[in-house]
């Protein structure tokens, strides 16, 4: 099984970048879709972004289209998460997740393997 474990989250002003990484061990992220999620102290949590197998399929939140891109480098075993324009409300806990499914899912559900999270604070 994969483990994962996410790391570059911090504090940001608002307009800001951060991106974030995903490393994987134990097996290799190709074999998996992958997947970014987020959640907000007393809200459930959300995919925000989730990428497939061959990566010729991405999904976006609205809230975050345009703003957030997913990516996977395979040589290096790493998914990341940029984020752009950064407002207060993508304040959240970040978690990393890998799926067996086929396709891209969004679903918490449709996820086997969770990373610990990263804290994302965006300030005004």
């Known amino acids: 099984q994969v483990q994962l474990v996410e790391s570059g989250g911090g504090l940001v002003q608002a307009g800001g970048s951060l991106r974030l990484s995903c490393a994987a061990s134990?097996?290799?992220?190709?074999?998996?879709?992958m997947g970014w999620f987020r959640q907000a102290p007393g809200k459930e949590r959300e995919c925000v972004a989730a990428?497939?197998?061959?990566?010729?399929?991405?999904y976006y939140a609205d809230s975050v289209k345009g703003r957030f891109t997913i990516s996977r480098d395979n040589a290096k075993n790493t998914v990341f998460l940029q984020m752009n324009s950064l407002k207060p409300e993508d304040t959240a806990v970040y978690y990393c997740?890998?799926?067996?499914?086929?396709?891209?899912?969004?679903?918490?559900?449709?996820?086997?393997?969770w990373g610990q999270g990263t804290q994302v604070t965006v300030s005004s």
């Open positions: 134990g097996d290799t992220v190709s074999s998996y879709a």
């Open positions: 990428i497939n197998r061959n990566r010729g399929s991405t």
């Open positions: 997740a890998a799926s067996t499914f086929v396709g891209t899912p969004v679903r918490i559900t449709s996820y086997n393997y």
